[in-house]
């Protein structure tokens, strides 16, 4: 009878490794090939074949430290860093913003039904919220000073303004489940 128990915690501790790890990509990375036909729509981009590769150009961009426009009526401005800046992010699921606000700026309320973000105060502050799906529709929302982080689960209404007496600036993570 031990011995049946020690065999079934053996295999139960082998088989859960097995089951227990995300699926892993048939490449290491998929560089996007920017002149491909096609719309750009999250992982639609071809793969740039391993010989027309730069390596500087395909993993790195520079001037996220410039602000951008916020002279307009919403006050914001959204530089994107995506597989179009950054062609090795292609097929990772994730892309950064830089957020930079004007007083009084906003971020209208939105969804993004794929993608979870993660919001970070570097300057000012920030009142942020989401609202809960049905039956309940709670908001849940908060101040924000610098050094802040702030989680808006995927699927769900988010907001962001700046609620404090200066410009501000915000860095927003996003990240996508790439379906297979």
């Known amino acids: 009878m031990a011995s049946h128990f020690l065999l079934l915690a053996l295999f139960a501790l082998v088989f859960s490794h097995a089951v227990a790890s995300d699926p892993s990509p048939l490449q290491d990375f998929c560089v996007a090939e920017k002149n491909s036909p096609g719309t750009h729509i999250v992982c639609e981009w071809t793969c740039l074949h391993e010989s027309k590769l730069h390596y500087t150009r395909t993993f790195l961009l520079r001037g996220l430290d410039q602000p951008g426009n916020t002279t307009n009526k919403l006050g914001f401005a959204a530089n994107l860093v995506d597989a179009m800046a950054i062609p090795g992010l292609n097929t990772l699921g994730i892309s ?85």
Do not use: M
């Open 96 to 180: 950064l913003l830089r957020l930079d606000f004007a007083l009084n700026g906003l971020i209208p309320p939105h969804i993004h039904p794929r993608a979870t973000e993660i919001f970070t105060v570097v300057e000012g502050t920030f009142y942020v919220g989401f609202v809960t799906s049905n039956p309940d529709n709670r908001l849940f929302s908060k101040v924000l000073n610098k050094g802040d982080v702030f989680v808006f689960p995927k699927g769900l209404f988010t907001s962001s303004l700046i609620s404090g007496r200066q410009v501000a600036l915000a860095f927003q993570v996003s990240a996508v489940r790439i379906l297979a």
